[in-house]
Every structure is written in C-alpha cells, then in structure tokens.
C-alpha cells in the first residue's frame, strides 16, 4: 500500500475479485511471511498475469521462474522492481 500505485492496485483487485471464487496453488515456498503461488478466477485467469497486464504489478522471476514477463507492460515496468525477486 504504501507503494506507488500501491491504492490504484488494491481498488483494481478489489473489484477484480469481490464475491468471486479465488482458487490458489501455493508452491510451499514464503517470502517476507507470505505464502507464494498462483491464484485464479473463473476456473482459469490468473490473477498475477492480470494484474501484471493492467500495469498494477511485475513480474517477480525468482518466484516465477519469469512466466509473466509476456505480460510486463510499459506502466507496469515503471513500478518498482524489488532485489528479492531478482
């Protein structure tokens, strides 16, 4: 939240997912205490890759592996990218 973008982003998943199913595979790794997964809506849109799309977040390769980088965009590659996900 205290990010830039950081409010834009959470109003934006907000909507995304209000009283929606969300459906997560974690993979057992944790960063910073927060589980590390792939979460989804309507049986298969991946919430990461939406929100990587929209310009609201990056991709974080060292958890990724770099599957979202397709889906950097010009305003998503202006937001900060964090050495942990290096």
Do not use: F, Q
Not at 20 to 34: H, I, N, Q, S
């Amino acid at each position: 939240m205290d990010e830039r973008g950081g409010k834009a982003a959470k109003a934006w998943m907000t909507k995304l997912v209000l009283r929606r199913p969300v459906r997560c595979w974690l993979t057992g790794e944790k960063t910073y205490d927060r589980w590390v997964g792939t979460c989804y809506i309507n049986k298969d849109e991946d919430i990461g890759a939406l929100a990587i799309a929209a310009g609201h977040a990056r991709d974080c390769p060292r958890y990724s592996g770099g599957k979202y980088a397709e889906y950097e965009t010009e305003a998503s590659r202006k937001l900060p990218s964090h050495g942990y996900c290096k």
